[in-house]
């Protein structure tokens, strides 16, 4: 399975501020997602990150607030913008090759005051 | 929305066997059943999937009824590294199917 190096681990940042996070695969991937996972909370599916093309955000989830960038097969960022506590949250990076199990990055975990 | 229907916790002791229960009752044709499981702080981790018939794995052993509605997640011999948040997800291969869309899982402990 492919290994996820995801960056920052945790960050704690000023509302109104910005953040990026980076997402480093050491193989080519067909497949790359950003989840969110709020305190307490199940995993939230943010969009798909299209290699050479727009993102395709999934509903409640709009490209202006979490733009994301996939210049390669091997790598994603994903811009939590604006940010308020209410974006505090664990953001996970994944990909998937064909039919196996998807593999997850450790997260990033944000805290914003 | 998730497509299964999990208890949300249970419980059992250490070096005994953990099955863990899942609905899915409107599962289509082509669709598989996902395992998952997320250990406190870190990502979630792939346990196995399956089609129709029973798999294992070095992990876990899945056992899917025949008519697919509901599947069994059997851990034979749980430690209390196994204690985790499981999901069980219903996943096809294109589309917007081939997302994996979580639930809220099954919390399971693990007692010495």
């Known amino acids: 399975s492919a290994v996820i190096s995801q960056k920052p681990s945790r960050d704690i940042c000023q509302r109104g501020t910005s953040l990026t996070i980076q997402c480093q695969v050491d193989?080519?991937?067909?497949?790359m997602f950003w989840y969110r996972q709020q305190p307490g909370q199940s995993l939230t599916l943010i969009a798909t990150a299209n290699q050479g093309s727009e993102a395709t955000y999934e509903s409640g989830f709009v490209i202006d607030k979490f733009p994301i960038s996939r210049p390669n097969l091997t790598f994603s960022t994903l811009t939590v913008s604006n940010m308020s506590p209410e974006d505090s949250s664990i953001y996970l990076c994944s990909v998937g090759k064909g039919n196996y199990g998807y593999t997850f990055g450790s997260g990033t975990r944000l805290t914003v005051v | 929305d998730a497509k299964t229907t999990q208890p949300p916790s249970m419980d059992c002791a250490e070096g005994r066997a953990a099955n863990l229960p899942c609905n899915h009752s409107?599962?289509?044709?082509?669709?598989?059943v996902y395992w998952y499981r997320q250990i406190h702080s870190q990502g979630p981790q792939y346990i196995i999937h399956g089609l129709k018939n029973n798999e294992t794995n070095e992990m876990a052993s899945l056992i899917i009824t025949e008519d697919r509605k509901s599947s069994t997640l059997i851990l034979p011999h749980a430690t209390l590294r196994d204690t985790a948040v499981y999901y069980c997800?219903?996943?096809?291969?294109?589309?917007?199917?081939?997302?994996?869309?979580f639930g809220k899982g099954i919390t399971l402990s693990v007692r010495p």
């Open positions: 409107t599962i289509s044709g082509n669709e598989y």
């Open positions: 193989s080519q991937v067909t497949m």
């Open positions: 997800i219903v996943r096809g291969l294109t589309g917007a199917n081939s997302k994996l869309t």
